[in-house]
């Protein structure tokens, strides 16, 4: 004789069939597969198999899931350096922009889907910024220009995440290599130093990139410094 079945408890199931993290985890899946064009709360609900009013229980529309995707990154970025004194300016940078840099490498679909929505009421990307303004303030930029210097770098920053997405033989100029000799030999020898050196071609450049960028904030200063003397 089988056993009788256990009878389903009348109500709400006890486990909710969804998740604010969950949804996010789709969300970050659904911009890997669709893009920013294909990213809608349809499409959204789809993935998880559930319909669309299902995920209105816990956000407000795309805004809000979107919003909740940027949280999620901006847990992931070091802007410890920017609250302690011992730390330079130039180290606080470097931190946080290997950071991002990797975040993003985590999450390379929805590069395009974060840097290209409004920051509006994320609470831990407001304060990341808040911090990272303090701290330049603090180092004599203008108020006027801190926000400039931070835009400029995050520019660099998630170009160079969007590299991470490239292939290492991206540059390579191929057939067409005898129309550039110069460019051809850099290339390749650009990519032999990147291997002894067990790292992309990629990371060579953002190294290189962020240096020069880091190193030419003191002049970017006393210049935004002049200008707001005038």
């Known amino acids: 004789m089988s056993p009788t079945p256990a009878k389903r408890s009348a109500g709400r199931p006890r486990t909710p069939v969804l998740s604010a993290e969950q949804i996010v985890d789709a969300a970050f899946a659904l911009a890997r597969t669709a893009g920013p064009d294909g990213f809608t709360m349809a499409a959204l609900a789809r993935s998880l198999s559930v319909h669309p009013p299902a995920l209105y229980h816990y956000f407000g529309g795309k805004a809000d899931v979107v919003r909740a995707m940027r949280g999620r990154v901006a847990e992931l970025l070091d802007v410890s350096g920017f609250d302690t004194p011992e730390t330079t300016l130039s180290d606080a940078v470097l931190r946080w922009a290997h950071s991002y840099r990797s975040a993003f490498a985590t999450h390379p679909a929805a590069i395009a889907l974060l840097a290209t929505t409004a920051i509006d009421g994320q609470e831990r990307s407001v304060a990341n910024y808040e911090s990272i303004t303090r701290r330049f ?37 191929g057939t067409a290599a005898p129309l550039a000799p110069n460019f051809s030999r850099a290339e390749a020898l650009r990519s032999v130093k990147a291997a002894a050196q067990g790292v992309q071609p990629a990371d060579r450049s953002f190294d290189l990139g962020l240096a020069a960028l880091v190193g030419g904030l003191p002049a970017a200063l006393a210049a935004a410094v002049e200008a707001e003397r005038v």
Request: charged share 15%; glycine share 10%.
């Open 137 to 173: 303030v603090a180092e004599g930029w203008p108020v006027g220009g801190a926000v400039d210097a931070i835009v400029a770098l995050e520019s660099f920053i998630i170009g160079s995440a969007l590299d991470t997405l490239a292939p290492a033989d991206i540059m390579s100029p």
